[in-house]
């Protein structure tokens, strides 16, 4: 029986969870102004991936790099959400 797979599948579904309050935090602490560290992240998980020998913790690493690059844009539509009103703003006097 193989379960990379099903172990591919909850990495990624953890992943994603993760990352969904990680931008919202964010973008509600630093703003737009973090997207930077997105991008090094994403650089980072990516070149671990082509590092990475086994073939499910190098899919992982994938999945996480793609996410981090994916944070990116939700970072900035999370602002326009924030100004919707949709999410609190945080006082930046």
């Known amino acids: 029986m193989n379960i990379a797979g099903i172990l591919v599948g909850l990495a990624t579904f953890l992943i994603i969870g993760i990352f969904h309050p990680v931008v919202i935090k964010a973008e509600y602490h630093f703003g737009t102004r973090c997207w930077w560290a997105f991008l090094l992240a994403g650089l980072g998980f990516a070149v671990l991936s082509l590092f990475l020998e086994?073939?499910?913790?190098?899919?992982?690493?994938?999945?996480?790099?793609f996410s981090c690059f994916w944070s990116i844009l939700e970072l900035f539509q999370q602002k326009k959400r924030v100004e919707k009103g949709w999410f609190p703003k945080k006082d930046r006097t």
């Open 54 to 65: 086994d073939l499910v913790w190098s899919t992982i690493s994938g999945v996480a790099a």
